[in-house]
Nanobody, 122 residues
Framework: QVQLVESGGGLVQAGGSLRLSCAASGRTFSGYVMGWFRQAPGKEREFVAAIRWSGGSTYYADSVKGRFTISRDNAKNTVYLQMNSLKPEDTAVYYC???????????????WGQGTQVTVSS
């Protein structure tokens, strides 16, 4: 059974940084794409970033491009989201997700973590 456990959320001032982690377990993820999504209060969940576990190619939403970086550590089976220059509008619950696919997609992920809260104060 796939398990995704996020950590690293918290409260930060605008302009600050946070690094989210997603510990993945339950299978080999070499054929997977790992994604980060977020959901702000009263809004729909939105795609943030994704990475192919094999090869490491990445894709970002325009709203975070240049500020956020997604990466993975194969040895630790962990995916990271480094968030810099945070803005109040980045405030949301951030979710890690996994999908068995050879191409990066922004929807229809198969597995989800429980989420971690990120709050950016102005």
């Amino acid at each position: 059974q796939v398990q995704l456990v996020e950590s690293g959320g918290g409260l930060v001032q605008a302009g600050g940084s946070l690094r989210l982690s997603c510990a993945a377990s339950g299978r080999t993820f070499s054929g997977y794409v790992m994604g980060w999504f977020r959901q702000a209060p009263g809004k729909e969940r939105e795609f943030v970033a994704a990475i192919r576990w094999s090869g490491g190619s990445t894709y970002y939403a325009d709203s975070v491009k240049g500020r956020f970086t997604i990466s993975r550590d194969n040895a630790k089976n962990t995916v990271y989201l480094q968030m810099n220059s945070l803005k109040p509008e980045d405030t949301a619950v951030y979710y890690c997700a996994a999908k068995y696919t050879v191409v990066i997609v922004t929807t229809s992920y198969d597995y989800w973590g429980q989420g971690t809260q990120v709050t950016v104060s102005s």
